[in-house]
């Protein structure tokens, strides 16, 4: 059995729990930390000496960082759909991974840090404008990515989408004055069609 370590309102711990809803694979979650939380557990950084969530323990192999989390379970469960056979197509989906993982999270990170876990007056408002920028600068780069096409690696929904799509949650919920990005506003909407999305990440923040 698949167990899955971590928080369901972390980002990271969603592209996991949303992929294995996609693909309905049977497993449990388990060590429900607050936020912050997971680095002062002994047991857990045994499995994660990071002290990050997520973490997977699939019958004794322990694997954690979320991407690797997501390319390792799509490749054995959703190979030829959500994990692209086509090499140039799955190419593209894990340049969309890493591309979160490197440019995007940051940002949103800082949001998420002061508009939602920091008291009004005691948020940084020079820091929080710029990640709002930031992120407004990377919507615009999805968006002409979209342009054409349905998902970003093409026509079919693979796991870059999985890796971006908690992004767009947090950007749609937490960045004012969003420019018009009519490419990313239909992927947003497919992606809110979609189940999984709905029950793993269109939660209330934290
Ligand atoms: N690169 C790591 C980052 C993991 C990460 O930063 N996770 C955050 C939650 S999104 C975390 O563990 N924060 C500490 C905590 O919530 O206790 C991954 O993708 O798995």
């Known amino acids: 059995m698949l167990v899955v370590y ?3 309102t972390s980002s990271n711990v969603q592209k996991v729990l949303w992929l294995v809803e996609e693909i309905g694979l049977p497993y449990s979650s ?3 930390v607050p936020p912050g939380k997971a680095k002062e557990s002994a047991d857990y950084k045994k499995l994660n000496p990071n002290g990050l969530i997520p973490t997977i323990d699939e019958d004794g192999f ?3 960082e979320s991407n690797a989390i997501v390319r390792y379970l799509a490749a054995k469960h959703a190979y030829g759909t959500i994990f692209p056979a086509d090499l140039r197509v799955r190419a593209d989906s894990d340049r969309w991974m890493d591309w979160q993982a490197t440019v995007l999270a940051p940002p949103v990170a800082t949001v998420l840090l ?3 876990r920091t008291p009004p007056e005691k948020r940084d408002t020079a820091a929080m404008t710029a990640a709002f920028q930031t992120n407004r600068e990377k919507a615009a780069v999805l968006d002409a ?3 054409g096409r ?3 690696a093409g026509s079919a929904f693979t796991m870059g989408d999985i890796a971006v799509g908690q992004w767009m949650w947090r950007y749609a919920n937490l960045v004012p004055d969003r420019p018009s990005h009519p ?3 239909a992927w947003y909407q497919r992606l809110q069609a979609r189940p999984a999305y709905r029950k793993v990440v269109m939660n209330p923040l934290e």
Do not use: F, T
């Open 145 to 147: 990515a979209l342009s």
């Open 183 to 185: 490419n990313l506003e």
């Open 150 to 152: 349905d998902y970003l």
């Open 6 to 8: 971590g928080r369901g």
């Open 30 to 32: 388990s060590h429900v």
């Open 62 to 64: 322990v694997l954690w």
């Open 114 to 116: 002061q508009v939602v």
